[in-house]
């Protein structure tokens, strides 16, 4: 079973509805490693059990390279036993995409979400996230943007949002991460999503206000917006055409 947070294990449980029900899970800062077993816990409970609403999980990791399955060892400029003698945990993953950061201040979310009975795909999926993530930086006066080639939410030339997800027996895993206020340092070890020639930022550095707001409050709009957009997707229309 995907086992139930507590009002004082990290801020517990919500539910948020568009035309749909979806838990809310707010997992606190943690090590990449629990929080891909919580999921993978999660997963599989949704898989097995028809009746258990789909959920939502909000974290922030500490410092983590996660490579993808589009795995380029050239994306990755530091070695992987460098990376872990400096105090950098390095995963490798099954989802998609190449090369990416986790770091603390920076804003994940894994939506779990059985995509056949809400009309998805995993290019719906994509394009569901990626405007859940520029819905939030006009929240703050931000202009964010999609690439027509990359995925991923851009200001500018540089990447303040990336996506991977993965979709298993129907149901989704892994999802977005967002720059709020996080250092950028562990960047540094990378070539982010193995896209030469381009730049990340984080939110507070485009607006200073951002350095202190809650990241928790933040995930908790960007689920329920993630609720609403899913709700409105019919068979036969597609607004990531």
């Known amino acids: 079973m995907c086992p139930r947070l507590t009002a004082t294990q990290h801020g517990g449980d919500h539910r948020v509805a568009g035309d749909l029900e979806m838990q809310i899970r707010s997992l606190g800062l943690m090590r990449y490693s629990d929080a891909l077993s ?3 816990e999660c997963h599989l409970s949704l898989v097995q059990n028809p009746a258990l609403e789909d959920v939502i999980l909000i974290v922030e990791h500490l410092p983590v ?14 070695p992987e ?15 998609g995409g190449s090369v990416t950061v986790h770091e603390p201040g920076q804003l994940v979310l894994y939506p779990l979400i ?5 009309f998805l795909t995993v290019r719906r ?3 569901a996230l990626e405007e859940i993530m520029i819905l939030e ?42 720059n709020v ?19 990340v930022a984080s939110l507070a550095q485009l607006n200073s206000i951002l350095a202190e707001e809650s990241l928790l409050e933040m995930g908790q709009r960007m689920a329920a917006d993630l609720s609403k957009i899913i709700s409105t997707f019919r068979e036969s229309s597609d607004p990531a055409e």
């Open 114 to 118: 059985r995509v056949d009975s809400r």
């Open 38 to 40: 919580l999921m993978e």
């Open 125 to 127: 999926l994509v394009w």
């Open 81 to 95: 036993q460098l990376l872990k003698d400096s105090g950098v945990d390095f995963q490798r993953i099954d989802r």
């Open 181 to 199: 206020r996080n250092s950028l340092q562990t960047f540094s070890h990378i070539i982010p999503c193995g896209i030469q020639q381009r730049g």
């Open 65 to 78: 390279v996660t490579m993808g399955l589009r795995e380029r060892s050239a994306d990755l400029i530091t």
């Open 137 to 178: 930086c006009a929240r703050w006066g931000i202009e964010a943007a999609r690439d027509s080639i990359n995925p991923g939410v851009w200001v500018g030339r540089d990447k303040v949002g990336a996506i991977g997800v993965r979709v298993s027996n129907h149901v989704s895993k892994h999802g977005l991460a967002l």
